[in-house]
């Protein structure tokens, strides 16, 4: 009789972060304590972070607090340094647009090429928890693929669509100091600017001095 095939075979490798979301997701947050978002400013937001080397409880704890500050402030991901912290590691709770929930967490993601045929770009709206209340159309990959290290500093895969496959190129931008509004034209990013300093956050923000 054959041997049953495991997740990992039948999805080539990939994370399985579709099941459990929820039970996961609270276990996380619950552990954790919120933390105010760092927004655009902060010089830690506008460098590459430092590697996760120790897969430790610190990084645990690390990654509750993420779970928790990301529900309190109502975000899809969240990178360390919007929390103030310099390490490569992001965490998510975002849809695709098939509506599956996908939860999980990345250190040290690398973003992996396209070949030119998966490279189909889409154009939707992206905002940012450090850009607070601002939104801007950005186009970007509709596909993309994470490599990285888990919480235990396994190596991970993590590929996604949409929304999620937008939200996984946004995070990853963050660890290497990169915000979306960096992507966008003068005129776009001024104008997210703006809309940013017109609204008010629905979270707690770090002050920049
Ligand atoms: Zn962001």
Same mark, same amino acid.
């Given at each position: ?5 495991? $997740? ?8 399985? /972060? ?32 430092? &590697?996760?080397?120790?897969?430790? $409880?610190?990084?645990?704890? %690390? ?27 992001? *965490?998510?709770?975002?849809? $695709? &647009? ?7 967490? *990345?250190?040290?993601?690398? %973003? ?10 889409? /154009? ?6 450090? *850009? ?5 159309? %950005? ?12 919480? /235990? ?14 939200? %996984? ?18 005129? /776009?990013?001024? &104008?997210?600017?703006?809309?940013? $300093? ?7 923000? *770090?002050?920049?001095?």
């Amino acid at each position: 009789m054959a041997q049953q095939e495991t $997740d990992e075979q039948i999805n080539d490798g990939f994370a399985v /972060d579709t099941e459990d979301c929820e039970e996961r997701e609270r276990t996380h947050r619950e552990r954790g304590s919120a933390r105010p978002i760092t927004v655009v400013g902060n010089p830690v937001l506008h460098r590459e972070c430092r &590697d996760v080397t120790e897969f430790d $409880d610190k990084l645990a704890a %690390l990654i509750d607090d993420m779970f928790a500050s990301q529900r309190a402030a109502e975000g899809v991901g969240l990178a360390a340094n919007q929390i103030g912290v310099d390490l490569k590691v992001f *965490v998510y709770d975002c849809p $695709d &647009d098939e509506g599956a929930r996908h939860v999980g967490v *990345v250190c040290n993601p690398v %973003l992996q090429e396209l070949p030119p045929e998966r490279r189909a770009l889409d /154009d939707s709206n992206e905002g940012c928890l450090s *850009v607070p209340t601002a939104y801007a159309s %950005l186009a970007r990959p509709d596909y993309a693929e994470v490599h990285g290290q888990d919480a /235990d500093g396994k190596p991970i895969k993590v590929r996604g669509t949409g929304y999620f496959a937008r939200c %996984l190129q946004h995070e990853t931008d963050h660890l290497y100091g990169r915000l979306y509004i960096d992507r966008l034209s003068k005129r /776009d990013r001024k &104008d997210a600017l703006r809309q940013m $300093d017109e609204g008010t956050p629905r979270y707690e923000t *770090v002050p920049n001095d």
